[in-house]
Protein backbone atom coordinates (compact mmCIF):
# COMPACT_ATOMS: atom_id res chain seq x y z
CA UNK A 1 0.00 0.00 0.00
CA UNK A 2 1.73 3.38 -1.47
CA UNK A 3 0.17 6.50 0.78
CA UNK A 4 0.60 9.90 -0.58
CA UNK A 5 1.32 12.47 2.17
CA UNK A 6 -0.22 16.77 1.28
CA UNK A 7 0.95 19.44 2.85
CA UNK A 8 -0.25 23.08 2.51
CA UNK A 9 2.22 25.81 2.37
CA UNK A 10 0.88 29.52 3.01
CA UNK A 11 2.63 31.38 0.63
CA UNK A 12 2.06 35.04 2.17
CA UNK A 13 -0.83 36.20 4.40
CA UNK A 14 -3.31 38.73 3.21
CA UNK A 15 -1.62 42.23 3.21
CA UNK A 16 1.71 41.29 4.24
CA UNK A 17 3.00 43.46 1.77
CA UNK A 18 0.79 46.34 2.23
CA UNK A 19 1.80 49.33 3.64
CA UNK A 20 0.76 53.22 4.26
CA UNK A 21 0.74 55.36 0.18
CA UNK A 22 3.51 57.47 -0.49
CA UNK A 23 2.21 60.92 -1.03
CA UNK A 24 4.12 64.87 -1.71
CA UNK A 25 2.87 67.96 -0.67
CA UNK A 26 1.83 70.63 -3.65
CA UNK A 27 3.25 74.43 -2.91
CA UNK A 28 1.04 76.28 -1.91
CA UNK A 29 -0.65 79.09 -3.74
CA UNK A 30 -3.17 81.66 -4.89
CA UNK A 31 -2.99 82.64 -1.10
CA UNK A 32 -4.96 85.76 0.37
CA UNK A 33 -5.16 86.57 4.15
CA UNK A 34 -8.01 84.33 4.96
CA UNK A 35 -6.99 80.98 2.20
CA UNK A 36 -4.54 79.47 -0.26
CA UNK A 37 -4.64 76.19 -2.32
CA UNK A 38 -2.71 73.19 -2.23
CA UNK A 39 -2.83 69.68 -2.27
CA UNK A 40 -0.45 66.27 -3.06
CA UNK A 41 0.75 63.74 -5.67
CA UNK A 42 -0.13 59.94 -4.50
CA UNK A 43 2.11 57.77 -5.64
CA UNK A 44 1.87 54.57 -4.71
CA UNK A 45 -1.13 53.57 -2.60
CA UNK A 46 0.90 51.25 -1.01
CA UNK A 47 -0.99 47.87 -2.66
CA UNK A 48 -4.43 48.95 -1.12
CA UNK A 49 -7.08 51.38 -1.91
CA UNK A 50 -6.49 55.25 -0.44
CA UNK A 51 -9.74 55.82 1.32
CA UNK A 52 -9.45 59.68 2.20
CA UNK A 53 -6.80 62.47 0.93
CA UNK A 54 -6.23 65.87 1.40
CA UNK A 55 -4.27 68.66 3.48
CA UNK A 56 -3.95 69.22 6.86
CA UNK A 57 -2.33 72.37 8.90
CA UNK A 58 -1.63 74.45 11.78
CA UNK A 59 0.06 76.78 13.61
CA UNK A 60 2.12 74.28 15.06
CA UNK A 61 4.81 72.26 13.11
CA UNK A 62 3.78 68.39 11.97
CA UNK A 63 0.02 68.98 11.32
CA UNK A 64 -1.94 65.76 11.26
CA UNK A 65 -5.50 64.79 10.62
CA UNK A 66 -6.76 65.83 13.96
CA UNK A 67 -5.78 69.77 13.30
CA UNK A 68 -7.74 71.80 10.50
CA UNK A 69 -7.89 69.39 7.10
CA UNK A 70 -9.52 69.08 3.75
CA UNK A 71 -11.15 65.64 2.13
CA UNK A 72 -10.21 65.51 -1.29
CA UNK A 73 -11.77 62.34 -2.82
CA UNK A 74 -9.81 58.75 -2.97
CA UNK A 75 -7.14 57.05 -5.03
CA UNK A 76 -3.59 57.40 -5.94
CA UNK A 77 -2.74 60.73 -8.37
CA UNK A 78 -3.09 64.27 -7.98
CA UNK A 79 -5.51 65.97 -5.92
CA UNK A 80 -6.29 69.91 -5.63
CA UNK A 81 -7.16 71.34 -1.81
CA UNK A 82 -8.40 74.62 -1.00
CA UNK A 83 -7.66 75.79 2.34
CA UNK A 84 -9.86 78.33 4.68
CA UNK A 85 -10.70 80.02 7.35
CA UNK A 86 -7.09 81.07 7.57
CA UNK A 87 -6.13 84.35 9.66
CA UNK A 88 -4.33 87.66 7.91
CA UNK A 89 -0.31 87.74 9.19
CA UNK A 90 0.22 84.12 10.52
CA UNK A 91 2.35 81.36 9.87
CA UNK A 92 1.01 78.23 8.95
CA UNK A 93 2.36 74.49 8.48
CA UNK A 94 1.29 72.18 6.39
CA UNK A 95 1.38 69.15 4.83
CA UNK A 96 -0.77 66.70 2.80
CA UNK A 97 -2.14 63.19 3.98
CA UNK A 98 -3.44 59.48 2.08
CA UNK A 99 -5.33 57.02 4.20
CA UNK A 100 -5.71 53.25 3.70
CA UNK A 101 -6.25 50.15 5.18
CA UNK A 102 -2.42 50.16 6.90
CA UNK A 103 -3.38 53.92 8.35
CA UNK A 104 -2.43 57.53 7.31
CA UNK A 105 0.93 58.87 6.03
CA UNK A 106 2.15 62.85 5.40
CA UNK A 107 4.01 64.33 2.68
CA UNK A 108 6.34 66.71 3.03
CA UNK A 109 6.06 69.87 5.48
CA UNK A 110 5.67 72.97 3.86
CA UNK A 111 5.17 76.36 5.54
CA UNK A 112 3.93 79.90 4.59
CA UNK A 113 2.68 83.52 6.29
CA UNK A 114 -0.50 84.84 5.13
CA UNK A 115 -0.52 88.53 4.09
CA UNK A 116 -1.91 91.45 6.61
CA UNK A 117 -4.74 93.16 5.91
CA UNK A 118 -5.01 95.84 3.24
CA UNK A 119 -5.00 99.34 3.68
CA UNK A 120 -7.48 101.83 2.01
CA UNK A 121 -7.21 105.47 2.24
CA UNK A 122 -9.36 108.50 0.07
CA UNK A 123 -7.80 111.80 0.09
CA UNK A 124 -6.30 114.45 -2.56
CA UNK A 125 -2.69 115.26 -2.75
CA UNK A 126 -2.79 119.42 -3.83
CA UNK A 127 -6.01 119.14 -6.34
CA UNK A 128 -6.00 115.63 -7.27
CA UNK A 129 -7.88 112.99 -5.85
CA UNK A 130 -5.87 109.78 -5.24
CA UNK A 131 -6.29 106.35 -3.62
CA UNK A 132 -3.70 104.51 -1.06
CA UNK A 133 -3.51 101.11 -0.66
CA UNK A 134 -1.23 100.01 1.42
CA UNK A 135 0.65 103.28 0.92
CA UNK A 136 1.09 103.00 -2.45
CA UNK A 137 -0.70 106.11 -4.14
CA UNK A 138 -3.02 105.70 -7.44
CA UNK A 139 -4.50 108.79 -8.93
CA UNK A 140 -7.75 108.40 -9.60
CA UNK A 141 -8.13 111.66 -12.27
CA UNK A 142 -5.45 113.28 -14.41
CA UNK A 143 -5.06 116.52 -12.44
CA UNK A 144 -6.46 118.85 -15.06
CA UNK A 145 -9.56 119.52 -13.14
CA UNK A 146 -9.58 120.12 -9.44
CA UNK A 147 -10.66 116.18 -7.70
CA UNK A 148 -10.66 114.85 -4.14
CA UNK A 149 -11.76 111.20 -3.09
CA UNK A 150 -13.73 111.78 0.02
CA UNK A 151 -14.90 108.06 0.97
CA UNK A 152 -13.91 104.55 0.34
CA UNK A 153 -15.79 101.58 0.87
CA UNK A 154 -14.74 97.48 0.08
CA UNK A 155 -17.19 95.09 -1.35
CA UNK A 156 -15.54 91.81 -1.93
CA UNK A 157 -12.92 91.87 -4.66
CA UNK A 158 -14.61 95.83 -5.71
CA UNK A 159 -13.29 99.26 -4.36
CA UNK A 160 -15.63 102.01 -4.55
CA UNK A 161 -14.50 105.42 -3.69
CA UNK A 162 -16.68 108.93 -3.85
CA UNK A 163 -15.96 112.33 -4.06
CA UNK A 164 -16.03 115.10 -6.90
CA UNK A 165 -13.95 115.73 -9.70
CA UNK A 166 -14.44 119.36 -11.59
CA UNK A 167 -17.50 119.95 -9.70
CA UNK A 168 -19.58 117.13 -10.51
CA UNK A 169 -20.14 114.47 -7.50
CA UNK A 170 -18.29 111.13 -9.02
CA UNK A 171 -17.87 107.29 -7.69
CA UNK A 172 -14.82 105.47 -8.69
CA UNK A 173 -15.62 101.26 -9.26
CA UNK A 174 -12.14 100.05 -8.66
CA UNK A 175 -10.97 102.87 -11.13
CA UNK A 176 -13.42 103.62 -13.51
CA UNK A 177 -15.45 106.74 -12.90
CA UNK A 178 -18.80 107.55 -13.46
CA UNK A 179 -20.57 110.91 -12.77
CA UNK A 180 -23.88 110.98 -10.72
CA UNK A 181 -26.72 113.29 -11.64
CA UNK A 182 -26.70 116.26 -10.03
CA UNK A 183 -27.79 120.16 -10.31
CA UNK A 184 -25.09 122.62 -10.08
CA UNK A 185 -21.76 121.84 -8.21
CA UNK A 186 -21.97 118.71 -6.10
CA UNK A 187 -19.87 116.30 -4.13
CA UNK A 188 -19.83 112.49 -2.91
CA UNK A 189 -19.07 112.59 0.99
CA UNK A 190 -19.71 108.94 2.07
CA UNK A 191 -20.68 105.88 -0.15
CA UNK A 192 -22.04 102.58 1.27
CA UNK A 193 -22.66 98.85 -0.59
CA UNK A 194 -25.42 96.92 0.20
CA UNK A 195 -25.41 93.51 -2.23
CA UNK A 196 -25.88 94.91 -5.25
CA UNK A 197 -26.82 98.18 -4.27
CA UNK A 198 -24.80 101.36 -4.14
CA UNK A 199 -25.50 104.58 -2.09
CA UNK A 200 -23.63 107.79 -1.84
CA UNK A 201 -24.56 110.76 0.25
CA UNK A 202 -23.26 114.15 -0.23
CA UNK A 203 -24.58 117.70 -1.06
CA UNK A 204 -25.82 119.03 -4.55
CA UNK A 205 -26.36 122.48 -5.92
CA UNK A 206 -23.69 123.88 -2.97
CA UNK A 207 -22.98 127.08 -4.90
CA UNK A 208 -26.81 127.60 -4.14
CA UNK A 209 -29.27 126.09 -1.51
CA UNK A 210 -26.97 123.69 -1.46
CA UNK A 211 -29.23 120.29 -1.09
CA UNK A 212 -28.51 117.61 1.17
CA UNK A 213 -28.91 114.15 -1.27
CA UNK A 214 -28.75 110.38 -1.25
CA UNK A 215 -28.13 108.39 -4.07
CA UNK A 216 -29.07 104.78 -5.23
CA UNK A 217 -27.27 103.71 -7.53
CA UNK A 218 -27.14 106.86 -9.69
CA UNK A 219 -30.38 107.61 -9.07
CA UNK A 220 -31.27 110.29 -6.39
CA UNK A 221 -33.71 109.72 -3.70
CA UNK A 222 -35.97 111.59 -2.25
CA UNK A 223 -34.19 113.25 1.07
CA UNK A 224 -36.28 116.32 2.65
CA UNK A 225 -34.41 119.54 2.45
CA UNK A 226 -36.06 122.69 3.38
CA UNK A 227 -36.02 126.27 2.78
CA UNK A 228 -32.42 126.80 3.60
CA UNK A 229 -30.77 123.07 2.71
CA UNK A 230 -27.90 121.30 4.04
CA UNK A 231 -25.65 118.21 3.62
CA UNK A 232 -25.06 114.94 4.09
CA UNK A 233 -22.08 113.59 5.41
CA UNK A 234 -22.08 109.93 6.22
CA UNK A 235 -24.57 107.09 4.81
CA UNK A 236 -25.52 103.59 6.44
CA UNK A 237 -27.88 101.22 4.94
CA UNK A 238 -29.54 98.19 7.34
CA UNK A 239 -31.92 96.09 5.65
CA UNK A 240 -34.50 98.44 3.51
CA UNK A 241 -33.61 101.82 5.83
CA UNK A 242 -31.83 103.93 4.33
CA UNK A 243 -29.77 106.47 7.57
CA UNK A 244 -27.88 109.37 6.96
CA UNK A 245 -26.47 111.89 8.98
CA UNK A 246 -24.96 115.91 8.13
CA UNK A 247 -26.54 119.11 8.84
CA UNK A 248 -29.57 121.08 7.71
CA UNK A 249 -30.64 124.57 7.87
CA UNK A 250 -33.01 125.82 10.24
CA UNK A 251 -32.08 129.41 9.27
CA UNK A 252 -30.70 131.33 6.64
CA UNK A 253 -27.33 130.90 8.91
CA UNK A 254 -27.71 128.40 11.27
CA UNK A 255 -26.98 124.84 9.91
CA UNK A 256 -27.85 122.36 12.77
CA UNK A 257 -27.03 118.22 13.70
CA UNK A 258 -29.43 116.41 11.52
CA UNK A 259 -30.48 112.76 10.51
CA UNK A 260 -32.46 111.29 8.01
CA UNK A 261 -34.42 108.28 7.64
CA UNK A 262 -35.70 107.07 4.52
CA UNK A 263 -35.55 110.25 3.42
CA UNK A 264 -37.38 111.90 6.58
CA UNK A 265 -34.91 114.47 8.40
CA UNK A 266 -35.01 114.24 12.47
CA UNK A 267 -33.04 117.66 13.58
CA UNK A 268 -30.77 116.19 16.59
CA UNK A 269 -30.19 119.76 18.37
CA UNK A 270 -31.19 123.49 17.43
CA UNK A 271 -27.76 124.82 18.21
CA UNK A 272 -25.42 125.02 15.23
CA UNK A 273 -23.86 121.65 14.54
CA UNK A 274 -23.08 119.19 12.45
CA UNK A 275 -23.51 115.24 12.29
CA UNK A 276 -20.07 113.82 11.16
CA UNK A 277 -20.31 110.28 10.88
CA UNK A 278 -23.40 107.47 11.73
CA UNK A 279 -23.79 103.79 12.70
CA UNK A 280 -26.99 101.74 13.29
CA UNK A 281 -26.49 98.89 15.29
CA UNK A 282 -29.64 96.60 15.86
CA UNK A 283 -32.33 99.02 17.00
CA UNK A 284 -29.80 101.74 17.86
CA UNK A 285 -28.96 104.84 15.78
CA UNK A 286 -25.13 106.27 16.83
CA UNK A 287 -24.05 109.32 15.21
CA UNK A 288 -20.74 111.91 16.11
CA UNK A 289 -19.76 115.30 15.05
CA UNK A 290 -20.39 118.48 17.25
CA UNK A 291 -22.43 121.61 18.60
CA UNK A 292 -21.40 124.81 19.66
CA UNK A 293 -22.40 124.59 23.03
CA UNK A 294 -21.32 127.47 25.84
CA UNK A 295 -19.16 129.70 23.44
CA UNK A 296 -17.25 127.17 21.84
CA UNK A 297 -17.42 123.68 19.60
CA UNK A 298 -18.10 120.28 21.30
CA UNK A 299 -17.29 116.66 19.90
CA UNK A 300 -20.73 115.12 20.53
CA UNK A 301 -22.04 111.37 20.22
CA UNK A 302 -25.91 110.96 19.90
CA UNK A 303 -27.20 107.45 20.85
CA UNK A 304 -31.03 107.43 19.33
CA UNK A 305 -31.45 111.10 19.18
CA UNK A 306 -29.83 111.40 23.05
CA UNK A 307 -26.27 113.78 22.97
CA UNK A 308 -23.57 113.38 25.18
CA UNK A 309 -20.39 115.47 25.23
CA UNK A 310 -16.84 113.70 24.96
CA UNK A 311 -14.91 116.30 25.89
CA UNK A 312 -14.44 120.30 26.51
CA UNK A 313 -14.17 123.56 24.26
CA UNK A 314 -12.39 123.01 21.46
CA UNK A 315 -12.89 119.64 19.64
CA UNK A 316 -14.76 117.44 17.20
CA UNK A 317 -15.98 114.51 16.53
CA UNK A 318 -14.98 113.43 12.78
CA UNK A 319 -15.38 109.24 12.63
CA UNK A 320 -17.31 106.36 14.11
CA UNK A 321 -16.57 102.76 14.38
CA UNK A 322 -18.87 100.27 16.62
CA UNK A 323 -16.53 96.66 16.95
CA UNK A 324 -18.56 94.22 19.28
CA UNK A 325 -19.69 96.65 22.46
CA UNK A 326 -16.88 98.86 21.78
CA UNK A 327 -17.83 102.19 20.28
CA UNK A 328 -14.79 103.68 18.66
CA UNK A 329 -14.59 107.66 17.30
CA UNK A 330 -12.27 109.75 15.98
CA UNK A 331 -11.40 113.24 16.06
CA UNK A 332 -9.51 115.82 18.00
CA UNK A 333 -9.32 118.24 21.15
CA UNK A 334 -7.62 121.17 20.93
CA UNK A 335 -5.11 122.73 24.06
CA UNK A 336 -5.55 126.22 23.11
CA UNK A 337 -2.88 126.12 20.46
CA UNK A 338 -3.34 123.60 18.46
CA UNK A 339 -5.20 120.18 17.30
CA UNK A 340 -4.28 117.11 19.06
CA UNK A 341 -5.30 113.77 17.20
CA UNK A 342 -7.84 111.52 19.37
CA UNK A 343 -9.40 108.02 19.34
CA UNK A 344 -12.27 107.84 21.95
CA UNK A 345 -13.31 104.09 23.27
CA UNK A 346 -16.38 103.86 25.01
CA UNK A 347 -15.43 107.03 25.75
CA UNK A 348 -12.02 107.13 26.99
CA UNK A 349 -9.37 109.05 24.79
CA UNK A 350 -6.08 108.19 23.23
CA UNK A 351 -3.73 110.51 22.00
CA UNK A 352 -2.57 109.23 18.69
CA UNK A 353 0.46 111.63 18.15
CA UNK A 354 2.57 114.16 19.91
CA UNK A 355 2.74 116.34 16.75
CA UNK A 356 3.62 120.35 18.32
CA UNK A 357 1.75 121.89 14.84
CA UNK A 358 -1.19 120.09 15.22
CA UNK A 359 -3.12 117.14 13.49
CA UNK A 360 -6.85 115.35 13.29
CA UNK A 361 -8.54 112.34 12.81
CA UNK A 362 -10.62 111.78 10.03
CA UNK A 363 -11.63 108.09 9.74
CA UNK A 364 -11.10 104.91 11.83
CA UNK A 365 -11.58 101.26 10.67
CA UNK A 366 -11.16 98.62 13.37
CA UNK A 367 -10.31 94.95 13.10
CA UNK A 368 -9.40 92.74 15.47
CA UNK A 369 -7.08 93.94 18.28
CA UNK A 370 -6.12 96.71 15.48
CA UNK A 371 -7.26 100.17 15.47
CA UNK A 372 -6.61 102.06 11.96
CA UNK A 373 -6.91 105.33 11.66
CA UNK A 374 -6.55 108.48 8.94
CA UNK A 375 -5.91 111.96 9.11
CA UNK A 376 -3.64 115.16 8.72
CA UNK A 377 -0.24 116.40 10.48
CA UNK A 378 0.76 119.65 10.01
CA UNK A 379 4.95 119.97 8.83
CA UNK A 380 4.34 124.01 9.95
CA UNK A 381 3.78 125.04 6.60
CA UNK A 382 1.60 122.21 5.11
CA UNK A 383 -0.82 118.92 5.71
CA UNK A 384 0.92 115.98 5.20
CA UNK A 385 -1.53 112.77 5.03
CA UNK A 386 -0.96 110.17 7.50
CA UNK A 387 -2.07 106.83 8.96
CA UNK A 388 -1.52 105.70 12.27
CA UNK A 389 -1.88 102.17 13.05
CA UNK A 390 -2.69 101.58 16.41
CA UNK A 391 -1.47 104.76 17.50
CA UNK A 392 1.98 104.64 15.26
CA UNK A 393 1.76 107.25 12.40
CA UNK A 394 2.69 106.88 8.93
CA UNK A 395 3.18 109.74 6.50
CA UNK A 396 1.66 108.77 3.33
CA UNK A 397 2.67 112.11 1.22
CA UNK A 398 5.89 114.00 1.61
CA UNK A 399 4.56 117.44 2.46
CA UNK A 400 5.25 119.13 -0.87
CA UNK A 401 1.43 120.29 -1.23
CA UNK A 402 -1.00 120.46 1.38
CA UNK A 403 -3.04 116.84 1.43
CA UNK A 404 -5.96 115.39 2.79
CA UNK A 405 -7.68 112.50 3.87
CA UNK A 406 -11.02 111.46 4.73
CA UNK A 407 -11.60 107.50 4.39
CA UNK A 408 -10.13 104.63 5.49
CA UNK A 409 -10.89 100.59 4.58
CA UNK A 410 -9.00 98.18 5.98
CA UNK A 411 -9.80 94.74 4.48
Not at 124 to 147: E, R
Not at 252 to 277: F, M
Not at 357 to 376: E, F, H, P, Q
Amino acid sequence: MTSTLFSCVKNNSEGEHESTPIVTTTAVSALTGSGANSGGNISADGGSAVTARGVCWSTISNPTTDDNHTTDGIGKGVFISSITGLSQNTKYYLRSYATNVKGTAYGNEISFTTPGPSVYVAGGDSVKAFLWINGVKTPLTDGSSTSLAKSVFVSGNDVYVGGFHDGYPRIWKNGVATTLPSINYADVTSIFVAGTDVYAGGQDDFLTVGKPKVWKNSVALNTETGQYGGWVSSVFVLGSDVYAGGAHYRTQYIYTPALWKNGVLTRLSDNQGSVNAIWVSGSDVYAVGYEYLGGGIVARIWKNGVGTSLTNNGSGANSLFISGNDIYIGGYESDGIKAIPKIWKNGVPTILANNDKGASVMSIYVLGSDVYATGTESNGSKDVLVMWKNGVSTPLTNGTFNARSFSIWVK
